[in-house]
């Protein structure tokens, strides 16, 4: 198994890759080991951080990357929280005022202003190849938080063709649908290694 | 005449607001004045950065108060340049950087990907009163830039009822259409001011 290092230092997202690779079929091909990436998010686009973070880690570790940036975008909010998704109402550590924000910013607002994407953009970094990829999964913001799965803005995040929010689904219903998912599938696939 | 603090220190955006109150009808109500907001833009949203400038603005001079955040925001970009959008290249000074770095990132890209609006908030403070308006207007990121008046990212931005970018209009044409114009048309009419 080669070594691949994750540039994060959340460790729901390295658990979510990994469940990831195991979905595509890939686990056995990596042993994924997440690395905090000594560097600030000064991007001002989500692919910006997320090359940030890649570079750090390879620059400090000479091995294969891959780093990724998310975020939830709310069109009738011109985009917000979007960069500022982690630290929405200020704080980065308590992340259920970030929910609390953005619930009475459309507090009385109807379905359409409601509409909300979750995008990650996910890369690729080594010696001789840097590759990207997009992955979004539509939805809408629920009226107010259900279910403690999942991590960030997931137990406002409904999702309608199950009519659950992401903190309600079990992992693996949500990491074969997420934005998640559908960025490192790309991402795999940009490198030759799924069909 | 009332005298009507604008928080800005931009010029372009004095020139504009004061024609667009010719244009409503409401230059001979104010007697509007530039005042630079001596604060950071910390705000992680538009409306956010437009109340941080008015309510210091405010405090420092205890009369009413006007100010406004604007952005360009592409859909396929996720958003950006967004609340970047006066610094997307990293420098604040040198506006072309901006323009070249979207130019660069739609690259190649068909019309679908090239859609923005630029948006628009608008804000009034005064002893009794704290109201907020939003505008926009939509258009294309052109292939190049075209046109050198307006300010920011208007020789880049094609407004498709005219065929011209916002760089090539005469200001008037650009002042009756512009997101800053709905924005503050919609303020003065929450504030009684116009019907």
């Excluded at 390295?14 to 195991?22: H, K």
């Excluded at 619930?103 to 990650?120: I, N």
């Excluded at 809408?140 to 199950?162: M, S, T, V, W």
Aim: some cysteine; hydrophobic content about 40%.
């Amino acid at each position: 198994m080669k070594p691949l290092f994750l540039a994060t230092s959340n460790p729901h997202k390295l658990r979510e890759i990994q469940e990831i690779l195991e979905l595509l079929g890939l686990a056995h091909a990596f042993r994924l080991q997440a690395r905090a990436p000594e560097v600030e998010e000064t991007g001002v686009t989500f692919l910006e951080n997320a090359w940030i973070k890649a570079r750090q880690v390879y620059q400090a570790t000479g091995r294969p990357v891959i780093a990724e940036d998310t975020g939830l975008v709310v069109e009738s909010l011109d985009g917000a929280p979007g960069l500022f998704s982690a630290r929405f109402a200020g704080s980065p550590t308590d992340h259920r005022q970030n929910l609390n924000k953005l619930l009475a910013l459309l507090q009385g607002r109807g379905e359409e202003a409601r509409r909300a994407r979750f995008v990650c953009y996910a890369v690729y970094l080594d010696d001789e190849r840097r590759v990207w990829a997009r992955g979004e999964v539509q939805g809408l913001i629920a009226q107010e938080a259900r279910g403690n799965r999942g991590f960030g803005y997931d137990p406002i995040f409904l999702y309608p063709p199950l009519g659950r929010t992401f903190g309600e689904l079990a992992p693996v219903l949500k990491n074969r649908r997420s934005h998640r998912y559908h960025a490192f599938r790309r991402l795999f696939q940009k490198l030759g290694m799924l069909p």
